[in-house]
Every structure is written in C-alpha cells, then in structure tokens.
C-alpha cells in the first residue's frame, strides 16, 4: 500500500503532506528530525491518511491535495481532527 498523510505540527499548528509506502515509518522519521524538510517543527501528529494500492494514485493525490483549492477542501475535511 502507499499512503498519502496529513501531519500537523504541535510547535507551529501548520500542515505538512506527504506520501509514504511505511506511514509507521515516515512519522517515526518525522517525529525522530530525520526529514530536512520538517526537523525544525517536531513534534507532528498525525491528523489524516488515504491508503491506495497503486503508487501513481497516491502521487497524484499527493499533488493535488497541495494546491490551494484542494488544500483548503482538506483544511475543511479535517477540521475537527486538527490540534
């Protein structure tokens, strides 16, 4: 399976989207300071995901959910899921 994420960052409040085929994985690096781009707002939880069995549909998901309309769409979707 590949996952496509949703963290948010207990330090800044603010998202971070993601793909992974290990979830369990990538938030333990996440959380852990390993990936450049997210080390200096650790802690994350893990607010969101989509399992998809094809690893093209969770890229394109992926993308998609970065652009602003379907980001705002998310930001809706999981408003009660969000610290």
């Known amino acids: 399976m ?3 994420y949703v963290l948010q960052s207990k330090k800044d409040h603010d998202l971070y989207i993601g ?3 290990n979830l369990e994985r990538r938030f333990k ?5 390993r990936v450049p781009s997210t ?3 650790v ?4 607010v969101y995901y ?3 069995r094809e690893e093209n549909d969770a890229i ?3 993308e998609k ?5 379907q980001r705002e769409l998310l930001r809706e979707r999981i408003n009660g899921s969000m610290i």
Do not use: D, I, W
Request: hydrophobic share 30%; proline share 3%.
């Open 2 to 4: 590949f996952y496509v």
């Open 19 to 21: 793909r992974a085929r």
């Open 29 to 33: 690096e996440h959380n852990g300071g």
């Open 39 to 41: 080390k200096s707002r």
């Open 43 to 46: 802690p994350f939880v893990l």
């Open 50 to 52: 989509e399992a998809y």
């Open 60 to 62: 394109r998901r992926e």
């Open 65 to 69: 959910l970065k652009t602003g309309q």
